[in-house]
Every structure is written in C-alpha cells, then in structure tokens.
C-alpha cells in the first residue's frame, strides 16, 4: 500500500472538498504558496478566488469567513501559528460558535479553521508554540485534533462538511506520521467519535494527537513487562466519546490521560473529571500534562521540560497499577 | 423614495424606541436597551437605498436598522421581551436582533466586529454571481477598533461591494469622539483609498441621496464607500443610564443637539393631514405590537440551549 504522510492527507482533504463542492474556499496568510504546505497545489488547480491570499489582519479575515458562510460559502482559515487562534478567539468563540443559538436558528455558521503546525515544532518559543484546544472545548467550539494520516483526512472531510464551525489542532510532532494507507478506503471521519488505538486490559490511556504515537511506545515497552495498555484516542476533544472512553474504562478500570495543553482546566481535568462522574474505577486516575499555566521556554532541553513525554507517561501508569495517589 | 415613506420609517423607529424605553421603565424588557432616538435618519436614508435582497449588519444599537430593512415590529418587540414569537425566538433580544430574509445579518454586540462580517457575505455574494450589496452600520467608537480598519483594508483591496456607515454620534459611550479620535474619521477611510464622506444624518433625503450613490458605486464593482453620518443622541447610552446619572453632556449641548430633530426634518416635508395619517397608522401597528408581544408566550426552559449547534448535541 501507498504511504501517505498526515500533512498530505490534509492538503488532500482540502482538495477533494474544493473540488466536490464549489461553496469551499480557503483564506489566510501565504496558501497561494502554500508555506506551510498544506495548500500546496491548490492555488493552481482552484485559483485565486478559492485559495484567497489574506493580508495580516487574522481578526478581520476570520470574521469574513463568518459573513462569507452567513452568505451560503464554506471557507476554510488555515492559521499558521497556534498562538494566532488567541488572537482571533472573539471572533471564534464569540461571534462564529454564538450566531446560529443567538439568532434563534436562523443561521449556520459552517466555518472550518485549521491549525497545521500546533503544539511546539521545537525552538519556536514561547508565542509559537502553544496548543489551546482545551479552550475552543470549554466553550463548545467544535474541536478536533486528528492522530494519524487516515484520520487527519477523515476529520477535516467532515469539519468542512459539519454546518458549525469546527477547529482542526494538527499537532506539529503528528506532521511527519506517515501511514500505509489504502486510498480507497479513506472518508469521512465522524466528529465525536474515538476510536480504541490498541486493546488491552490493565490501564487505558487516553491520548491526543502527536501523543497516541507516545502512547503507543509505552505500551509496547509494558508488554514486555506483562502489562497491557489500552490506547484510547478521542479524535474529538470536543465534543467527546464519552460512550467510548466509558467501555474502554469499563474494560480496564484504570485510567491514564496525557495531554499536551495546560494542566488547570486543561483536556485532561475534563476526561478526570467524567471518570469521577461516571466510571467505576480500582485506582484513582492521574494526567501527564504541560504544567499550570506554562509558557515554553526556548531552549531544547526546557522546551522538553515542560511538554508531557514518554518517560512521564510510564511513570505514570506504573503509579496507577501500584494504586498510588 | 417618496417622502412620506422616509418620514414612516423615522416616525416608526422613533415610537418604537419611545415604547420600548416605556417598556424597559415597566420591566416587561429586562436588560435595558440602548436607544436609537435621535439617530432615525441614518437608518432610514441608507436602508431606503437598498434592495430587498442587499443585506446590512447592526449594532448594539440596532433597533432602527432592523426595523428600516423592514422587520415586524411585533417580532422585533417580542424579541425585546424574550418572547418566543420575537424575531430570534427570545435568543438574542436587543443587541442580537437578526432577520436573514431580510437581509439583517444580525445586530452585533461587539463595537467594530460586523465590518468585516458584511465585507465577507459581500464578496461571497459577488463570488455566487450576485450583484448584493452590504451596509455596514457602526458608530464613532467603532473607528478606534482594529478589526474594523482591517475590514477598510480587505473591502478596498478586493473591491468588495460594501457601504461603510459611520453613525458619529459625538460619543462612545460618555468618551466625546474629539476625545478619542486622532485624525478624523473620514480621512481613516480615505487612506484606505476608498471614497469618504460627511453627510447630514439628521436629514434622511441627504442619507438616502449619498447612499444611492455609494450603493450605486459598489453594485458596478467599483467597491466600498465610507458614508460618516453625523448626527445626535438624543437619549442615554443606555436605558441605565436614568438610575446611574452619567454626567457628560451639557444641559446646552443637550438642547442644541436635540434641536435637529429628524423626525421634524422630514415631517416638515409632508402636508399636514397626510403626516397625521402617517402618525395615527403607527400607532395602531404599535398599538398592536405591543398586545401581541406581551400576550405571546415565553420560551420553554427546557429549550435553553436550542439552536447551540446545527446537529444538536447531548448537552451534559
């Protein structure tokens, strides 16, 4: 089978959706050249009118995507920087996500805004290299953060096709993930649905984006040692499986959450919290996450510091076995 | 346009507004509302230019626009009372009042944020081979948002067919625009490189006549026009104002500002019996709003979170 990278998939899903349906157009900063290549090719296939070169007015351009959808369109925003999406949350979170309850149903806002790049890229400071789903889902902005190539194409398909607007977080360190993938069998992937990434049987991880591939690690390493992890992937922060991260709890009664946003209020107190809500649980629950409130540093070795990894992750799942606090 | 069709629309958003603050006093609108009363010609002239399928967005102070597109002012003000009946089903109440069949995107709560909304359903509309127009109405404190000159930059760039309305009203909330604009406001719009403005906004012909032509402009795909409407209002910032006594504006200033009065202005313009017969059908048709307005029924609680998203969600 064909190996397809995450990035590709993307950009493959962008094009399909501009070439399936004439209503699609994506805008921002630098997708004629597609400098992020998440664009590229599209602005020679589909033209300056559906690939539409924004000047740096990210506040202004992403409220034209909401009229622009208010008038029967479906644009696409790609931001360049996770950090921009701070810049441009009034017009996300208080303006796009309000329109339709606010008018009483009259409108739809069917905005879709992709972050490829998300998370730290390594050596990009602290103004790059942020990872803010959790605040998109703490007020109810649709919000995904795809794992792997078949699913970053899945998600943004139906991000683009949703009727509400829909943040897709492609995490930096998920870019490069290439895949064996049978092109005819990639399609829409449903928002709101996890998937179960590896069974097991003693603990279920839960994991985002780039840190199912850690997730995944780790679990292989544990096999070796007799213990088996389940690797849940929610794919949807927002809203979330908690269907699907129920059965899985209800197979391993162990809970492990890594998450690579901040630790207060971040995606991981969330999923902790429905635990204690609803699960039955034989040990208390734990999160690997960045720290309160953290800003990353430049230098390698503190930018590593404070991103949630491997290391911390098995630690972690060995204080669950051991039932400890 | 005739006449007394400009003097109906000032006429009508006046006595709505006068019942609306009534409203407010008596509690059957809770929240308050900031009132348009003064400003009637601005929404009038720039709405009587448009077509039924031209769209405009509104502000926090929004009533008048949306009335002058033409909305029912028994929705409109059962939208005031949260009524089920009311133009958004209660969701949205003053600051939020929409009506997409008629081309109101929406009043907007957020000084400066609808600019660059109309500039995108404008150009999406012109991509769709439409020749719609947007109006865009915000007021003096508008001009001080940075999203806003970034909507002047994107609409002048890309020849989008908007009509920028700048409703200088002397103040953003109690802050005198010579206080608060460096420059003027239409040389902001100028060095955009779009063509800019001063009209009368007390007199509703002159609002009608400089908006034709600018929606005249941007319908052949010649692009924005700024329209800076200067005008006065005539009441608070806000209905509570009455219970906190802002003092801002003179006694004086207070007199000569509601001195130019639009409703006076184009009433002086019909014969006397033809505007007496204007008045009495307002009232009735207000007289009626108000008996169905407050007999129609309140949302259910239950339905608080209807219409969140476009495939409904299990709320937790």
């Known amino acids: 089978m064909p190996k397809l990278s995450y990035l590709k998939a993307l950009n493959r899903a962008l094009g399909d959706e501009l070439a399936a349906d004439e209503s699609v157009f994506v805008l921002g900063e630098d997708v004629r050249v597609a400098a992020s290549n998440l664009t590229a090719g599209l602005a020679d296939r589909f033209g300056p009118e559906r690939v539409l070169d924004t000047p740096l007015s990210e506040q202004a351009f992403t409220n034209f995507a909401t009229g622009a959808a208010l008038a029967g369109l479906r644009p696409v925003i790609e931001f360049q920087i996770p950090s921009l999406l701070f810049l441009v949350f009034e017009q996300i979170a208080n303006q796009a996500h309000k329109f339709s309850l606010m008018t009483g149903g009259q409108c739809t806002v069917p905005v879709t805004y992709v972050v490829p790049g998300s998370g730290s890229r390594t050596g990009w400071a602290g103004q790059h290299s942020d990872h803010p789903y959790s605040l998109f889902a703490h007020v109810g902005v649709k919000t995904v953060v795809p794992a792997t190539p078949a699913d970053a194409y899945g998600l943004l398909l139906s991000a683009i096709r949703e009727n509400d607007p829909v943040v897709v977080f492609a995490p930096a360190g998920a870019l490069g993930i290439r895949d064996d993938v049978d092109f005819e069998q990639l399609g829409p992937v449903p928002l709101g649905v996890g998937r179960v990434a590896r069974d097991g049987s003693d603990v279920t991880v839960v994991a985002l984006g780039h840190l199912l591939q850690d997730a995944l690690a780790a679990a292989d390493e544990l096999a070796g040692e007799g213990i088996s992890i389940e690797v849940f992937d929610p794919r949807t922060v927002y809203p979330l499986d908690v269907d699907g991260l129920a059965a899985s709890v209800a197979r391993t009664r162990r809970l492990v959450v890594i998450d690579d946003s901040n630790r207060t209020s971040g995606f991981a107190a969330e999923v902790l919290a429905v635990a204690a809500e609803r699960f039955d649980l034989v040990a208390p629950p734990r999160r690997v996450t960045r720290p309160d409130g ?21 630690a972690t799942i060995r204080a669950v076995l051991k039932g400890e606090r | ?21 009534g409203f407010v006093r008596s509690g059957e609108i809770v929240g308050g509302i900031h009132p348009y009363v003064g400003q009637e010609a601005i929404a009038a002239g720039v709405c009587a230019a448009l077509r039924p399928d031209d769209v405009i967005t509104s502000t926090h102070r929004g009533h008048g626009h949306v009335l002058a597109k033409g909305a029912d002012p028994a929705r409109m003000l059962a939208e005031l009372m949260g009524r089920e009946s009311g133009l958004n089903k209660g969701r949205g109440g003053s600051m939020h009042a929409a009506d997409f069949g008629l081309g109101v995107l929406g009043a907007n709560a957020i000084v400066g944020a609808a600019g660059s909304i109309a500039t995108g359903a404008a150009w999406a509309y012109r991509r769709q081979g439409r020749d719609v127009v947007a109006a865009s109405f915000f007021g003096d404190g508008a001009m001080n948002e940075g999203m806003l000159l970034e909507a002047f930059n994107l609409a002048a760039l890309w020849q989008v067919p908007v009509v920028f309305v700048c409703e200088n009203n002397g103040y953003a909330t109690t802050m005198p625009v010579q206080s608060a604009v460096a420059g003027s406001i239409t040389g902001r719009a100028r060095a955009f490189g779009m063509p800019a403005f001063t009209v009368d906004g007390q007199d509703p012909e002159k609002v009608l006549a400089a908006t034709s032509a600018a929606v005249a402009r941007a319908r052949s795909g010649r692009g924005p026009t700024f329209l800076e409407c200067t005008t006065y209002r005539f009441d608070a910032h806000h209905t509570f104002e009455h219970r906190t ?16 009065d639009p409703v006076e202005i184009q009433g002086a313009r019909l014969a006397a019996e033809l505007r007496a017969a204007v008045d009495a059908e307002i009232e009735a048709l207000l007289d009626a709003a108000a008996g169905f307005a407050l007999g129609s029924a309140h949302p259910d609680p239950a339905a608080a979170l209807e219409f969140l998203y476009a495939s409904p969600e299990v709320q937790r």
Do not use: C, H, K, W
């Not at chain 2, 007394?4 to 019942?19: A, C, G, K, N, S």
């Not at chain 2, 802002?246 to 001195?259: M, Q």
């Open chain 2, 245 to 260: 006594r802002l003092n801002y504006r003179s006694t004086e200033e207070l007199s000569t500002g509601r001195s130019r």
């Open chain 1, 294 to 314: 953290a800003v990353l540093p430049f230098a390698l070795a503190l930018d590593r510091a404070v991103q949630p990894g491997r290391d911390q992750l098995l």
């Open chain 2, 1 to 21: 346009m005739t006449a007394d069709q400009l003097y109906r629309t000032v006429r009508l958003i006046r006595r709505f507004e006068e019942r609306a603050i």
